[in-house]
């Protein structure tokens, strides 16, 4: 069997087992059967009882040429819903699903990738270096099962996460981070017609307070949104309780930080004005990133795209991934496209030559220029 067809039967396998964000069980234990089945040791962790899920991150290190440096190699193992029997199939150059539900590419492609390229360099026989394999859970609820990754169970300091569009040399080395608030205005209810003087109207408060507010494209780098504004009552009532959401991004954390703040303000100024009181929450669901291009895992990517004639370039991506969580622990990492479109929809299609070219190209991110030792550099 050739092992392109090995790679689209390990990808239509994982497809076709349901694991919407929570339920990452079944996947998760036949990524372990086959790791297991090329003589390697996975081993979990308890994530899944922190982050609502009957899986567990999956973790396996395999050792490697002696001086080489480590790489990790990360996908995760849930998908956005609908997940449920799927039914892939081949339709030209592209991999899509039938009916009304998605194709659980993202992030299955990517697990597939990882899977199919460590079984070549074992079942081959190839030198390589020393591979740390993380396969993570509730990525797509806010990226839950990174953020509760065991550092100490990782050796490498360079990580390519396989969680991107089009082909392995669209090398993803900046995300935005990204800020939510969930706020409450709590005013004095009253009879709109018998005593209004003794009510406070939440619904203006909050209304004067995004009136106020800078909102969407800040600046080239910056976005803000409201992206609800709920308030219920009679009309017979001045309404005591309004209830807004917030999100905040930005590729630099000084204006992060700076637009958040902004955006609170406005909202105590309005409460103080109304005599109203502000509850608020503030949650940074992630950190942002910017890597050097010319050294570091982005250079390593980029060095093997030019050894091997790919097409490549740098990128910025506008949403989180878990490179954003492995990048604020220590460890470099990029995140490279495995060929997957139109994601979250019943329209999501995962183009074969891409899907392939990335399984090409982690074999020789893993195996060639062993005795390139470099620790990259990791923004302050």
């Given amino acids: 069997m050739s092992w392109q067809k090995s790679a689209l039967e390990r990808l239509f ?3 076709q087992i349901e694991s919407e964000t929570g339920n990452e069980k079944a996947v998760g234990e036949a990524v372990k ?9 996975p081993q979990e962790d308890h994530a899944g009882c922190l982050c609502g899920s009957t899986g567990n991150n999956i973790y396996c290190h395999i050792d490697g040429e002696p001086g080489a440096e480590p790489l990790m190699l990360e996908a995760h193992l849930d998908t956005v819903s609908p997940g449920a029997g799927i039914e892939p199939y081949v339709d030209g150059e592209w991999v899509k699903s039938r009916g009304n539900t998605i194709l659980g590419a993202d992030d299955k492609a990517g697990v597939a990738v990882i899977l199919e390229a460590v079984s070549r360099i074992l079942g081959q026989g190839l030198k390589h270096r020393p591979l740390d394999l993380v396969f993570s859970i509730c990525e797509e609820a806010g990226r839950s099962g990174a953020r509760h990754i065991d550092p100490k169970r990782i050796r490498a300091r360079k990580a390519v996460v396989l969680d991107g569009g089009e082909n392995i040399g669209r090398i993803i080395a900046q995300a935005p981070g990204m800020n939510t608030i969930t706020a409450e205005i709590r005013g004095q209810a009253a009879h709109a017609w018998v005593e209004p003087e003794k009510g406070v109207s939440a619904i203006a408060a909050a209304a004067r307070a995004v009136a ?29 309780r309004a209830k807004l959401t917030f999100e905040v991004r930005s590729r630099s954390r000084e204006k992060l930080a700076e637009h958040t703040g902004r955006i609170l303000s406005c909202l105590q ?16 669901d992630c950190p942002a990133f910017c890597l050097p291009q010319d050294r570091g895992t982005a250079k390593m990517v980029e060095d093997m795209c030019i050894r091997h004639g ?22 470099e990492t990029v995140s490279v496209g495995i060929g997957m ?20 190209g982690i074999v020789w991110l893993a195996t060639e220029e062993l005795e390139d030792i ?7």
Avoid at 212 to 238: C, H, K, Y
């Fill in 374 to 380: 470099d620790s990259g550099c990791l923004p302050k």
């Fill in 13 to 15: 396998k994982y497809v």
């Fill in 33 to 41: 059967a086959d790791l297991k089945a090329m003589g390697l040791l």
């Fill in 341 to 360: 479109e139109r994601v979250h929809t019943p329209q999501e299609r995962l183009k074969l030559e891409w899907f392939y070219e990335c399984i090409q």
């Fill in 310 to 331: 790919l097409a490549h370039c740098f990128t910025k991506e506008g949403g989180a991934s878990n490179a954003n969580i492995y990048n604020e622990m220590g460890i």
């Fill in 269 to 284: 100024r309005a409460a103080d004005e109304a005599g109203a009181e502000l509850v608020y929450k503030l949650h940074n």
């Fill in 212 to 240: 106020e507010m800078e909102l969407f494209r800040i600046d080239p780098e910056t976005t803000a949104n409201v992206g609800s504004f709920e308030a219920f009552g009679q009309t017979s009532v001045i309404c005591d």
